[in-house]
């Protein structure tokens, strides 16, 4: 069988150039040029069945073009939160791969991977609604959305509820005011966010239910191996509910732009909020990073990220929190924990900016920052029920490091506090 290469190109420059030579007496070789010097080649009987280009995914203020397809997804600024405002249409997961159009019902309900369908399988509905995805293609990490993009996780969608005035009132600002049936209740459409009715297709029978009157939307986020985490909003409510969905079950799914932390560092700072898609929720039991934050711990121990009643701080929302279960302990002599605690590290003079809570609503705990030589400051973590006259429900705390390049140790030495977020400011000494 003829193996299968897919040459994919992304240019962000303005303009380049691609120069192919084929030779075609007796090799039959593809050689892929560029500045005249020979960067490929291959083999076209041999090594190639087809050769796929994808165009950069190109973004405006308002909108994103897809690579994969060429198709244009209008945007909108929420918080600071920048989501779709139309229903995926994609067939490709990122790295290419297909991901299969399942239109048989029995074939829909007994799925084990990845499939989309458009409703009652009529792809006239596309432009309008999308597509409906099982959950496999929700939360699959070949990722379904765009480069720089992801499926929206459940805290994503626990921030938007938030900045729409909470679950309650959430979906009159979320519906579009357009296209549902009447009385379609309370619609605004105020976030500019145009939850569409794009109905479901059942995990029971695989038949097509509630096109508009209802908008399902799946998170990449599982509450269990068969139940993911979705989000619904009625014509008949002003609510826009969490709810639990099946695996099989075909509903629609938005994306957020990522937050992309390492872009932040030319800007001058580096965050970690727990929020982020990148932090997905479970216990994490072995040293481990993400994006430059590092867990460590010893064996027996572990850190939890899970989610949260959604707390503010002005204009940032908290959805998920890490749990540190104190007793962190340094090693003898020294400054520096070996188990339940966090590190990073920092380049230089900055303010260290830490978002906390005690887990106890009626005990204050506390942070301590540490190099390993020294301990630096301790962050009081206030207790859970804390709430201030502008109606913040984390306080913010500050520390200014002076020192040069380190890594710094963040832990709770007794009892267990929740940090939401950590963001390094770095101070210009030029």
């Known amino acids: 069988m003829k193996s299968k290469h897919v040459i994919q190109k992304t240019v962000s420059a303005i303009l380049f150039t691609c120069a192919f030579l084929a030779v075609h007496a007796q090799h039959d070789t593809l050689y892929i040029m560029k500045g005249g010097v020979i960067t490929g080649k291959y083999n076209i009987v041999t ?7 994808y165009r950069p995914t190109v973004q405006s203020a308002n909108s994103i073009t897809d690579a994969r397809d060429g198709i244009v997804y209008q945007t909108v600024k929420i918080g600071n939160q920048i989501w779709f405002k139309e229903n995926l249409r994609a067939t490709r997961y990122q790295n290419g791969d297909l991901i299969p159009n ?47 993009w992801h499926v929206s996780t459940l805290a994503d969608w626990k921030i938007l509820i938030a900045h729409a005035g909470g679950v309650d009132h959430a979906g009159t600002k979320l519906k579009d005011t357009i296209n549902w049936i009447v009385p379609n209740i309370g619609a605004t459409n105020e976030t500019g966010f145009s939850a569409l009715p794009g109905g479901l297709r059942s995990y029971r029978d695989g038949w097509f239910w509630y096109l508009g009157d209802n908008g399902h939307f799946y998170t990449s986020t599982p509450e269990t191996p068969i139940c993911p985490w979705s989000f619904d909003v009625d014509y008949m409510r002003t609510m826009c509910a969490q709810d639990r969905g099946v695996n099989t079950e075909g509903f629609s799914v938005r994306c957020v732009k990522d937050d992309n932390n390492q872009d932040s560092i030319s800007r001058g700072y580096k965050e970690w909020n727990i929020s982020r898609s990148q932090f997905i929720p479970g216990a994490y039991r072995t040293n481990h990073t993400i994006d430059g934050l590092n867990f460590i711990l010893k064996s027996g121990d572990s ?102 390049p380190e890594q710094l140790y963040l832990y709770s030495p007794n009892s267990s506090v929740n940090l939401y977020c950590i963001r390094v400011d770095y101070i210009s000494t030029n």
């Open 47 to 53: 090594e190639l069945d087809s050769i796929v280009f």
């Open 102 to 148: 399942v239109k048989d019902d029995m074939d829909w309900i007994n799925a084990v991977s990845g499939a989309w369908c458009h409703y009652d399988n009529d792809d006239s509905y596309d432009g309008m609604y999308g597509k409906l995805y099982n959950f496999y293609a929700a939360s699959d990490p070949r990722n379904l959305a765009p480069v720089g």
């Open 303 to 404: 850190l939890t990220i899970n989610d949260v009643t959604v707390r503010k701080n002005n204009n940032q929302f908290f959805a998920q929190r890490l749990f540190l279960s104190g007793a962190g302990k340094p090693d003898a002599g020294t400054y520096k924990p070996t188990t339940k605690a966090v590190s990073f590290y920092v380049s230089g003079q900055s303010i260290i900016t830490v978002y906390c809570l005690s887990t106890s609503a009626t005990v204050e705990r506390e942070l301590i920052l540490s190099t390993e030589n020294n301990s630096l400051y301790t962050f009081n973590a206030a207790m859970s029920s804390y709430s201030d006259l502008n109606g913040n429900t984390v306080p913010v705390q500050t520390y200014q490091y002076t020192g040069g």
